[in-house]
């Protein structure tokens, strides 16, 4: 899979993309990130990306000529190479809610390419015309697009094929069920008086599975009642429930 980040910060994303595990699977080729600095598709001797908006009011905002520039660059490339149209998303707040499910279907695709919004917004005209999704990662609003897009990327990249070792496979994620993980523990076995729960230490691994889910049941139940309520419960998981 190749991702593309269109943004004003390169540093800032080219920083986090080499960092562990999404800097394994770039080196590895499991993924291909290319991180677009917006500025040099600015069409003035200054790379003006941004101007007053129109009607007046505070704040910039982000010219379409540089984006749309950026875009026929890397679109361009990929019709040249005769590939698919990639998904074009753009950050912002008002975007359709990134969840696991979405993580899962934009992980499918060949090529994407992000969009980092700034400033007050982003001409309309860029969503209006020029993108084909608007995601936004969480209703608060961040100061600019660089962390939703490597928030995107990160989910998407440990998606793909021979990122995560076997042991962390992402069907055992929470979500893939909507359901909440079992809680970890490792050495030392007491610390301060809090002791590991003594079944995790008994080497009986059916036991070990069954209260690991008994306590992803109740955990789901306790702190996400709105997922738990999405469950199919087996006649297994009630029982687990009542006991
Ligand atoms: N830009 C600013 N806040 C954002 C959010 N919550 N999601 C996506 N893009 C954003």
Redesign the pocket.
């Known amino acids: 899979m190749r991702i593309d980040i269109v943004t004003l910060f390169p540093e800032m994303v080219e920083a986090v993309l080499n960092t562990s595990i999404l800097g394994r699977a770039r080196e590895k080729g499991l993924v291909t990130f290319r991180v677009v600095n917006l500025r040099d598709y600015a069409t003035d001797k200054h790379r003006t990306t941004d101007d007053v908006p129109y009607g007046g009011g505070g704040g910039m905002v982000m010219k379409i000529e540089p984006i749309a520039r950026a875009l026929d660059a890397l679109t361009a490339e990929a019709d040249a190479h005769g590939e698919q149209k990639p998904r074009i998303i753009l950050?912002?707040?008002r975007?359709r809610l990134f969840t696991q499910e979405l993580a899962r279907e934009l992980a499918k695709e060949n090529h994407l390419i992000l969009i980092c919004?700034h400033y007050e917004g982003v001409d309309d005209r860029v969503r209006q015309h020029l993108v084909t999704d608007v995601?936004?990662?969480?209703?608060?609003?961040?100061?600019?697009?660089e962390l939703?897009a490597l928030v995107i990327a990160d989910a998407l990249t440990r998606l793909q094929e021979g990122v995560l070792g076997d042991e962390e496979a992402p069907e055992k994620d929470s979500f893939a069920e909507p359901i909440l993980e079992y809680p970890h523990y490792t050495r030392p076995v007491e610390f301060r008086g809090w002791r590991v729960p003594d079944i995790l230490l008994c080497g009986h691994h059916a036991q070990i599975a069954r209260w690991r889910r008994q306590q992803s049941l109740r955990l789901t139940r306790d702190l996400r009642p709105d997922l738990f309520n999405r469950l199919t419960l087996s006649a297994e998981d009630r029982k687990l429930l009542e006991e």
Do not use: E, K
């Open positions: 950050t912002d707040p975007g919004g995601v936004s990662i969480g209703d608060y609003v961040l100061t600019g697009g939703p």
